[in-house]
């Protein structure tokens, strides 16, 4: 028995709402208690559809990954979705005709929100609430609707910032769900975070060069922001990162390897945010990096 197993003791009183009883995976059936506390009733679930960003820098990196992949399963009754951190799906595909009209028959749909608060325990909205693989097969799912699938998911997290940038999802049928496709998926997320890395340190460079280059002709404090404009603001040891300067990814990577050059191995801010969650990460405030600073050099 795993650390995930339910107890047989505890198995005798795991029923779901409607009667069925709850998974033996206690991820699965802490995600089913979830979805019943948000009023789901597994028989009558309603999709939400939303205009979602098809195009965005995240996909466009990780294309190459996804082509290799699709490449890898062509043939198989299988299919391959990215859902943004919020659930969505914004990417699919799949080949096999009768595998898909599965997917459309069942919603699984560029557009629609598989987060657990509509869908209940899945692939894509499972992972992003557990932070972590999941496989979701068959009568695992809380939806009926959603039983004739076996999904693998995982998050997909910047390499430097650990920030969730969505959700990697292959599918097949519940009859043909494989522990194979969990081990695919792993290496997929692998892959995806080099090229997240490498498209990070080229853009990350241009970036640093024009902050430096702007800070040398003014005399007021420079952030950059995004990867077209300089921002000039008062800063103080309470600035946001998140909220006042709207600082993304690229930027936090041009921000540690500037701390880097002028600190040396003295101070490691991957490190110093590897140890923080999503939440701390939002959060965090010029104060609290210039605590650490000071931590570190004293």
């Known amino acids: 028995m795993t650390g995930n ?24 059936a802490e995600s089913w208690r979830r979805a019943e506390m948000c009023g789901l009733d597994p ?13 965005s820098r995240f996909l466009r990196h990780v294309r190459p990954v996804l082509d290799s992949l699709s490449t890898r399963l062509d043939g198989s009754d299988t299919s391959v979705m990215i859902a943004d951190p919020q659930g969505r799906i914004v990417w699919r595909w799949a080949e096999n005709p009768e595998h898909l009209r599965m997917l459309d028959r069942n919603l699984v749909c560029v557009g629609f929100d598989h987060s657990e608060e509509w869908l ?24 009926y609707a959603m039983r004739d699938f076996a999904c693998y998911a995982a998050t997909v997290r910047h390499p430097v910032t650990h920030r969730v940038l969505g959700v990697a999802d292959i599918t097949s049928a519940a009859s043909n769900a494989s522990p194979l496709l969990g081990a695919i998926l792993a290496g ?8 997240l890395l490498e498209a990070a340190s080229v853009a990350e460079r241009e970036l640093l060069t024009r902050f430096l280059l702007e800070r040398r002709r003014s005399q007021r404090p420079v952030v950059s922001v995004g990867e077209d404009f300089l921002l000039d603001l008062e800063v103080t040891r309470d600035t946001t990162f998140n909220d006042d300067l709207a600082l993304e990814s690229i930027e936090f990577v041009a921000l540690s390897e500037k701390l880097q050059r002028s600190y040396g191995e003295r101070v490691d801010f991957p490190d110093f945010i590897a140890g923080m969650d999503l939440e701390q990460i939002m959060t965090m405030t010029v104060g609290d990096l210039v605590s650490h600073i000071e931590s570190r050099l004293s």
């Open 120 to 143: 209940g325990t899945n692939g894509a909205g499972t992972a992003l609430e557990v932070s972590r693989q999941v496989a979701i097969v068959g009568d695992e799912h809380f939806a």
């Open 5 to 28: 197993d339910v107890s047989a003791r505890d198995r005798q009183h795991l029923w779901a709402g409607d009667g069925r009883r709850l998974p033996g995976d206690r991820v699965v």
């Open 43 to 55: 028989g009558r679930v309603q999709q939400r559809q939303w205009d979602v960003d098809t195009d």
């Open 188 to 195: 997929v997320i692998d892959d995806m975070g080099r090229v």
